[in-house]
């Protein structure tokens, strides 16, 4: 009985498992496109990373400020690498992923400045997009 059990909730287990493992790809592909963006400066990277209505939160000077993705497009999407891109590095330090939400930790360091960004992510329409952004910028001594 105890055998039958076992075999019964391995069974189940199986699709659950395959799903999350779906689903955690498709988040790290978004933060992927969101880091290939940066290393490009591609606005087809970061649209195909971010979700049209996402926002961008952070601190700046203590008081808190907003961006639109359209306006970090703007700014971001320079259409080649920065100057000091083989200086420039990258990583996704975590992500956690529950059904149609997860959450990204990644790094960005850079020469001049050390990013913390904290993206929030949902599946909709069968896509994984990154729909809200907040960040910790720490500048760098020279």
């Given at each position: 009985m105890r055998s039958l059990i076992l075999a019964a909730s391995l069974i189940l287990a199986a699709p659950l498992a395959h799903a999350q493992?779906?689903?955690e790809a498709g988040a790290r592909a978004a933060v992927n496109h969101y880091l290939a963006?940066?290393?490009?400066g591609s606005a087809a990277e970061?649209?195909?990373?971010?979700?049209?209505?996402a926002m961008l939160y952070w601190n700046r000077?203590?008081?808190?400020?907003?961006r639109t993705l359209a306006d970090?497009?703007?700014a971001a999407?320079?259409?080649k690498p920065a100057v000091d891109e083989a200086q420039r590095r990258r990583w996704i330090e975590s992500l956690d992923v529950t059904?149609?939400?997860g959450?990204?930790?990644?790094v960005l360091d850079y020469p001049s400045v050390r990013f913390v960004d904290y993206l929030s992510l949902v599946k909709a329409d069968g896509e994984w997009r990154i729909v809200n952004k907040i960040f910790q910028a720490d500048r760098k001594e020279q």
């Open positions: 493992d779906k689903d963006g940066h290393a490009t970061f649209g195909a990373a971010f979700h049209p209505k000077d203590g008081s808190f400020a907003e970090f497009i703007a999407a320079t259409g059904g149609n939400a959450m990204a930790k990644v």
